[in-house]
C-alpha cells in the first residue's frame, strides 16, 4: 500500500461533502478522510479544518500596489489632506480607499494642491471606479480649465464649467498615459505582497478581476507579471485572470479573443485564464451605476453606462461566439436588465452547453432579475462585506425600498443559484471570514440593519467562500470540498464558522493555510 505524504489528525475535518475523521494528503491531492499509513502525522489540537477559501472577485494586483501608496481610508477631508501632506517626497503622490460618504465629500483640486507642495495628486476612490486629481495632474493633460467630453465617464466641473479634478468611470482613463504602464517588476511585487496577506487569511484560490485594458488594467502585458511572480515563487495562491474586454480584438469566424485563439480556459491548477471583464455600470456609492429609477439621496441622477447600449450588448455576444465565458460588472438594475439581455441573445444566437456567464455584483436586482438569472444559468457575484463596510452609504442612495433588492444573497440560493464568495478587494477589506459574517449578520459600520432578509446560514457563507467560488470558476471537480481526489488547499481555524455564534464569525482565527499539498 502506497503511504500518503501527510495525514492530518484530531481536527474537526468541515469536508462539504460528508464525514472525516482524517485527511491524508498525496503529492499535492487529498487521498483519504480517514486515518491510512503516511510518512508524516500533523495532530491539530482540535483546530477546525475546511476547504481553502476561494475568492470569486478581487483584484489581486491592485491590492498589493495599495501596500505602498497613502491610505486615504479616513473619516474627513481634514485628515485626507494631512495623510497626502504627510506623504514621501517625490514626483506623485498616489493614494487610495477615499469615500466622500465617511469624508463628508470629494477631495478637490484647490484642497490638494495646497497640501502638494507642487507634487501630482492622484487618489483612488475606494470603488475604484472614480479618481481625483489635482491641478498639476490636469494641466498635463491639458484640461486645467475645460473639461473634455468622455464616453461612458464624466470630467466633473463646478458652476463655471472648470474641472474640480474628480474623474468619474470611463474619464479615469485620460491619466493613464502618465502612470502607466506599470513596470512589470513593480506588478510582481504587488502580487508577492498580496499573495502573503491571502495566505495570512485563509485564502488558497482567487479572481484577479481584470487585467491588461480599460481602467481596471495596470498593463497591457499583465499577463506576464503572473507568469514571471510563478517563476519566482511569488505567487502564492491559485489565480484565474479575467482579460478586461479592450485587450480583446476579432478574430476571423471566431468573434472577439486574443491571437492563437487563447481564451477562457487555457492554462493549469495554478495559473489559468477565466472570463472576459466587462463593464456596463459604475458604482452605487459613487452614483454612477445605471439605474432605473434617480438615487434616493441624489434626485436627477440615476447613473449611466460605461458605453453605448448597442455597443456592450455587441461586445458581450462576440465574446460569447469567442468561446469566452463572459463576467459583466452590473450594479444597477437597468444595466443588469441590458446585460441579461445581451446573455440571453448571445445563447440564442450560438447556442453553448453551461457556458455559466457571470454578473459581478448584480448589486440591486428586482426580483424578476434574480428569476431571470436563474432560468439563464447566469451566475451572481456579490459581495458580503460591502454590507459592513459601505453599507451605509448604499443605504442612503437606494432608501429603504430598494434596499431590499441590494446585494442579495438568500433570494438567489433560495431561486436555485449557487453563489460564489467574494470581496472586490482593495474596495473593502478582502478578509473572507469578515465577509462570512458580514453575509450572516447583515449590518453597516454603524450598526444599522441593511438587508435583514437576505441573510445566510453561516454554513451557507462558508459554501459560498468555498464551493461556490469554486463552481463559478467551472472548478468545483478541483476544489471547493475536503473530497479524496481534488486538490489539498484547505485551511486551519479556530472556530467552525458554521456553527459558532453568528457574531463571532469575525474573531474566528487562521491558524494554517496549505496550497497543493504544503502548508506555507
Not at 483584484?59 to 506623504?87: I, K, N, P, Q
Not at 468611470?169 to 517588476?185: G, H, M, S, T
Request: hydrophobic share 40%; proline share 5%.
Amino acid at each position: 500500500m502506497i503511504k500518503a505524504d501527510l495525514l492530518l489528525t484530531n481536527a474537526e475535518f468541515v469536508t462539504l461533502d460528508g464525514p472525516a475523521s482524517a485527511l491524508a494528503v498525496l503529492g499535492d491531492r487529498i487521498v483519504a478522510l480517514e486515518e491510512v499509513p503516511a510518512r508524516e502525522v500533523v495532530d491539530l489540537g482540535g483546530a477546525v479544518v475546511t476547504p481553502g477559501f476561494h475568492d470569486a472577485h478581487n483584484h489581486m494586483a491592485w491590492f498589493g500596489l495599495t501596500l505602498s501608496e497613502v491610505d486615504c481610508r479616513v473619516s474627513g477631508l481634514d485628515e485626507l489632506y494631512a495623510a497626502v501632506e504627510a506623504a514621501p517626497e517625490g514626483e506623485w503622490v498616489v493614494g487610495f480607499g477615499y469615500d466622500q460618504n465617511k469624508c463628508g465629500g470629494h477631495p478637490t483640486r484647490e484642497g490638494l494642491d495646497r497640501v502638494a507642495r507642487g507634487r501630482k495628486v492622484w487618489i483612488k476612490h475606494t470603488s475604484g471606479h472614480m479618481c481625483v486629481v489635482n491641478s498639476p495632474v490636469l494641466e498635463a493633460l491639458g484640461i486645467s480649465e475645460k473639461a473634455v467630453e468622455v464616453s461612458g465617464g464624466l470630467v466633473v466641473t463646478d458652476a463655471a464649467g472648470r474641472p474640480t479634478g474628480l474623474l468619474q468611470e470611463q474619464a479615469q482613463q485620460l491619466v493613464n498615459p502618465l502612470v502607466l504602464p506599470y513596470p512589470v517588476d513593480t506588478l510582481v511585487d504587488a502580487i508577492d505582497r498580496a499573495g502573503r496577506v491571502y495566505l495570512a487569511e485563509g485564502v488558497t484560490s482567487c479572481v484577479e478581476a481584470g487585467i491588461g485594458g480599460g481602467w481596471i488594467g495596470k498593463s497591457p502585458v499583465e499577463l506576464e507579471a503572473y507568469h514571471r511572480a510563478r517563476d519566482q515563487g511569488k505567487l502564492h495562491v491559485r489565480v484565474e485572470l479575467m482579460i478586461a474586454a479592450d485587450a480583446l480584438h476579432p478574430v476571423t469566424e471566431l468573434g472577439l479573443g486574443l491571437d492563437l485563439g487563447v481564451r477562457t480556459g487555457f492554462g493549469d491548477d495554478w495559473l489559468r485564464i477565466g472570463p472576459t471583464k466587462i463593464f456596463s455600470d459604475g458604482s452605487l456609492i459613487g452614483h454612477t451605476a445605471a439605474m432605473c429609477h434617480d438615487f434616493a439621496d441624489t434626485p436627477g441622477n440615476h447613473g449611466y453606462l460605461q458605453g453605448e447600449a448597442a455597443d456592450l450588448r455587441d461586445t458581450i455576444i462576440a465574446a460569447h461566439r469567442g468561446g469566452w465565458r463572459v463576467a459583466t460588472h452590473a450594479i444597477g438594475d437597468a444595466a443588469i436588465d441590458l446585460v441579461l439581455d445581451a446573455y440571453a441573445e448571445a445563447q440564442r444566437l450560438d447556442p453553448r452547453p453551461d457556458v455559466r456567464h457571470r454578473v459581478e455584483h448584480f448589486g440591486v436586482a428586482r426580483p424578476d432579475q434574480v428569476t431571470r438569472a436563474v432560468e439563464l444559468g447566469v451566475i451572481a457575484v456579490p459581495q458580503g462585506r460591502f454590507v459592513n463596510e459601505i453599507g451605509d452609504g448604499m443605504l442612503r442612495a437606494l432608501g429603504p425600498d430598494r434596499t431590499k433588492w441590494a446585494y442579495r444573497q438568500r433570494s438567489l440560493l433560495d431561486a436555485g443559484m449557487i453563489v460564489p464568495g467574494s470581496s472586490d478587494r482593495p474596495v473593502v477589506t478582502g478578509a473572507p471570514l469578515l465577509g462570512m459574517h458580514d453575509m450572516v449578520n447583515q449590518r453597516t459600520s454603524s450598526g444599522a440593519p441593511f438587508n435583514p432578509a437576505e441573510a445566510v446560514s453561516g454554513l451557507e457563507a462558508l459554501r459560498a467562500f468555498t464551493y461556490g467560488s469554486a463552481y463559478a470558476c467551472k472548478q468545483e471537480h478541483l476544489k471547493g470540498t475536503l473530497s479524496p481526489g481534488k486538490l489539498a488547499d484547505l485551511v486551519v481555524l479556530s472556530g467552525n464558522p458554521a456553527t459558532v455564534a453568528p457574531e463571532r464569525i469575525k474573531d474566528i482565527e487562521v491558524l494554517r493555510t496549505m496550497v497543493g499539498g504544503q502548508f506555507r
